[in-house]
């Protein structure tokens, strides 16, 4: 078996493709992922008590979130642009980390899903929370970065199992 056989993204020769997908149907589609970024006590406690240099770094990183959702099309090889219909980013303080929950919600009515759009989100939203807190706390870890369910499409629904 060759790597055109087993990738979508790869043609009969092994050269990347764009995946044509003019053929499949236009269903509603979802996706919704989830990461962490961990910090020290501190870190947190002065975001907690509005103590942060940088202001509401956690309204900040959802709406760097959203912007890298509209985003993926640009950023990453061979997905797909596609005209999200919602993306909602969620930054969350968690004191057991200590640190940021950070989910992501993508929405679409198209023709592939929006897995690699809520990832982005993410991952940008993970991303923009270091870069303002980084000035007090260069050891954060940004952590477990995943998709957490899926609707839509050819394949249904699919959750990760906990």
């Not at 790869?10 to 910090?39: C, I, L, N, Q």
């Not at 950070?102 to 991303?127: D, F, K, N, Q």
């Not at 870890?141 to 995943?146: D, G, L, P, S, W």
């Amino acid at each position: 078996m060759n790597l055109a056989d087993e990738l979508t993204h790869f043609d009969e020769s092994g050269r990347p493709r764009m995946v044509d997908v003019s053929a499949k149907a236009e269903t509603e589609r979802s996706a919704v992922a989830r990461g962490r970024v961990r910090t020290m006590r501190s870190t947190l406690d002065r975001v907690l008590f509005g103590k942060s240099a940088k202001g509401d770094v956690a309204r900040v990183a959802e709406l760097a979130g959203v912007m890298a959702a509209k985003k993926a099309g640009e950023l990453i090889p061979l997905c797909h642009p596609l005209p999200l219909t919602s993306v909602v980013v969620t930054v969350a303080p968690d004191e057991a980390l200590p640190g940021f929950a950070v989910t992501a919600e993508a929405r679409t009515i198209g023709r592939t899903g929006v897995e690699m759009e809520a990832l982005t989100a993410v991952s940008v939203a993970c991303l923009t929370l270091y870069d303002m807190l980084k000035s007090g706390d260069r050891g954060m870890r940004i952590e477990a970065i995943e998709l957490v369910e899926k609707t839509g499409g050819k394949s249904g629904h699919w959750r990760r199992d906990e």
